[in-house]
C-alpha cells in the first residue's frame, strides 16, 4: 500500500514522534507498577512478618497475571485495534494498583497484584508492535530504543520515590503514588493516542477511512479519497495457528525459549537485588539504592540499544548483549561483598537486561506478519513469562536451602547464555529464508 511505503521511508512527523512519547508515558507507568512491589518487598517483609518463601510468591503475582494478559489479552489487538486494548489494559491496571493500597493482608494483595499484571501483560506486546507500526523502517530501532527507556525510567522513579516514601508512609503510599498516575495516564492515552495506519489499512474495520485521514491529517499528509485496494490478502486462518505454520513455528519456538530464559534472569535481577542486598549490607535502603541503580542502567541501556541499531544489526546486536548480560551476573556474584565495585556491575547489569529485553521486542514483531503481529509477541511475552514466573519463586527456595547470594547469581547466568543461542539460531533461520526469496525473484533482462 503506497500510503504505508511512503510512511515507512519518509521522515517521522511530530503527530509520531508525539505518539511514540504517549506510549512512552504508558509503559513508565507500567514499570512503577511493576517494579513497587520489589521496593516495598523489604518493609512489607517486616510490617507483616511473611517468610522468603510467602515473598518469592508475592513478588511472582504480578508476573502470573503479564503472563495471563499477554497470552489472552493480546490477541485482541489483531481484532479491535492497538488503541481500545491500550484503554482496556491501562484501566485494568488502575484496578489493580487501587487493590493494592488497600490490601490488609497477603492473600488480597497477591490477587491485586495478578490483576495488575494482567493489565501489564496486555499493553507490553500491544505498546511494542504500535510503536513499530508509527515508526519509519529507518529509526524504527531508534524509537523501539527511546520507547524502551519508558519501562527503567518508571521503575527508576518508584525507587527514588520509595527511599523517602515508605519509612515516612508506609509500604501502601508508593502503591497509592502508582495507581493516581496510572488513571491520570488513563485520561492521556484517551485524549491522544492513536491507531495503527497499518491496522486500518489491513483489517479495515467500520469507520476506517474517517480514522485513517484523522490521523493522515495530524501527520500533515492528504487525506484519502477511498481505501486503497489491498494488494493481497493473506489467508484468514486465525492468528494463532498462523505463528505455528511452517518454518514460523520454529522461530516462534526459539522467541519462547529465548525471551523465556532471558525473564527468568531479568525479573530475578529486578525482584530479588534489593532484598539480596539489603540483607547483606543489614541496610534496607541500600537495597534500594541497588534495585534503582539496576533500573537506572536499564535506561541507559534502552537508548544505547536504539542508537546502536542505527549501525549495527538488531539480531547480532541482540547476541552480544546477551551474552554480556550473563557475563555482567557472573561479575556480580564475584564482586557482590565489594561494595564499591558491586554498584558499578550493578549499572552494567541493568544496562545489559533492559537492552536485551528490549531487543527481543524489536525482533519479534517483524517475524510475523501484520495481521498476527500483535498475537505472535504477545504469545512469545506470555509464554516467556510462564516460564519466567517461576524465577523468583525459585529463588525463595533456594534461599531456604541455605544457597548463598552468589550463586545463585552463578545459576542465573546460564539462562541468558542459553537465550543467546536461541538468537543466533532464529538469525540464521531468518537469514536462510530471506537469501531463498532473493534468489526465487525473477531477474529482469
Known amino acids: 500500500m503506497s500510503v504505508l511505503t511512503d510512511l515507512r521511508h519518509s521522515p517521522m512527523s511530530r503527530y509520531q514522534k508525539l505518539a511514540i512519547s504517549i506510549a512512552l508515558l504508558i509503559v513508565l507507568i507500567d514499570g512503577y507498577d511493576l517494579a513497587v512491589m520489589s521496593f516495598a518487598a523489604p518493609a512489607l517483609s517486616l510490617h507483616w512478618g511473611i517468610s522468603d518463601v510467602q515473598l518469592g510468591f508475592l513478588l511472582s503475582a504480578s508476573l502470573f497475571g503479564m503472563a495471563a494478559g499477554s497470552i489472552l489479552l493480546t490477541p485482541l489487538a489483531d481484532r479491535i485495534g492497538r488503541r481500545p486494548l491500550t484503554m482496556i489494559a491501562v484501566a485494568i491496571i488502575s484496578i489493580g494498583m487501587i487493590g493494592s493500597v488497600l490490601s490488609p493482608d497477603e492473600g488480597w494483595l497477591f490477587a491485586a497484584r495478578v490483576i495488575t499484571g494482567f493489565g501489564i501483560g496486555g499493553i507490553a506486546a500491544n505498546l511494542n508492535v504500535l510503536v513499530i507500526e508509527l515508526s519509519s523502517d529507518k529509526h524504527h530501532g531508534l524509537a523501539m530504543g527511546l520507547y524502551g527507556t519508558g519501562f527503567p525510567i518508571g521503575a527508576t522513579i518508584c525507587g527514588f520515590l520509595a ?22 495516564m488513563l485520561v492521556v492515552a484517551y485524549r491522544h493516542l ?5 491496522f ?20 500533515d499528509r492528504p487525506p484519502l479519497d477511498a481505501l486503497p485496494p489491498v494488494e493481497h490478502r493473506e489467508a484468514d ?90 557475563v555482567s551476573f557472573l561479575v556480580f556474584g564475584l564482586v557482590m561483598g565489594q561494595l564499591g565495585i558491586a554498584l558499578f556491575v550493578a549499572a552494567a547489569l541493568g544496562v545489559l537486561i533492559s537492552a536485551a529485553l528490549l531487543g527481543f521486542y524489536t525482533v519479534s514483531p517483524r517475524v510475523y506478519s501484520t495481521r498476527t503481529r500483535a498475537t505472535g509477541t504477545g504469545w512469545m511475552i506470555g509464554i516467556g513469562r510462564l516460564i519466567a514466573i517461576v524465577s523468583p519463586i525459585v529463588v525463595g527456595y533456594l534461599f531456604a536451602a541455605r544457597w548463598s547470594p552468589d550463586s545463585v547469581f552463578f545459576l542465573y547466568a546460564i539462562p541468558l547464555f542459553a537465550s543467546a543461542t536461541c538468537i543466533g539460531a532464529l538469525a540464521i533461520s531468518m537469514r536462510t529464508r530471506a537469501l531463498a526469496s532473493a534468489a526465487s525473484r525473477p531477474t529482469s533482462a
Do not use: C, H
Not at 527511599?163 to 491520570?184: D, E, H, K, N, Y
Not at 492513536?194 to 497499518?198: F, G, V, W
Open 163 to 184: 527511599r523517602p516514601l515508605i519509612p515516612q508512609f508506609g509500604w501502601q503510599s508508593v502503591f497509592a503514588v502508582g495507581a493516581v498516575i496510572t488513571v491520570l
Open 200 to 219: 486500518l489499512l489491513t483489517k479495515r474495520p467500520p469507520g476506517a477511512l474517517e480514522k485513517i485521514n484523522a490521523t493522515l491529517r495530524r501527520m
Open 237 to 326: 486462518s486465525g492468528g494463532i495457528r498462523e505463528i505455528f505454520t511452517g518454518v514460523q513455528a520454529y522461530r516462534t519456538i526459539l522467541l519462547w525459549i529465548g525471551y523465556g530464559a532471558l525473564a527468568a534472569g531479568y525479573y530475578f535481577a529486578n525482584t530479588w537485588t534489593p532484598k539480596i542486598m539489603a540483607t547483606a549490607t543489614g541496610d534496607p535502603s541500600l537495597g534500594v539504592t541497588i534495585g534503582t541503580i539496576v533500573n537506572f542502567g536499564g535506561i541507559i541501556g534502552s537508548v544505547a540499544f536504539g542508537l546502536l541499531t542505527i549501525y549495527i544489526g538488531v539480531r547480532s546486536l541482540l547476541i552480544g548483549i546477551l551474552v554480556a548480560a550473563g
Open 194 to 198: 492513536p491507531e495503527s495506519l497499518e
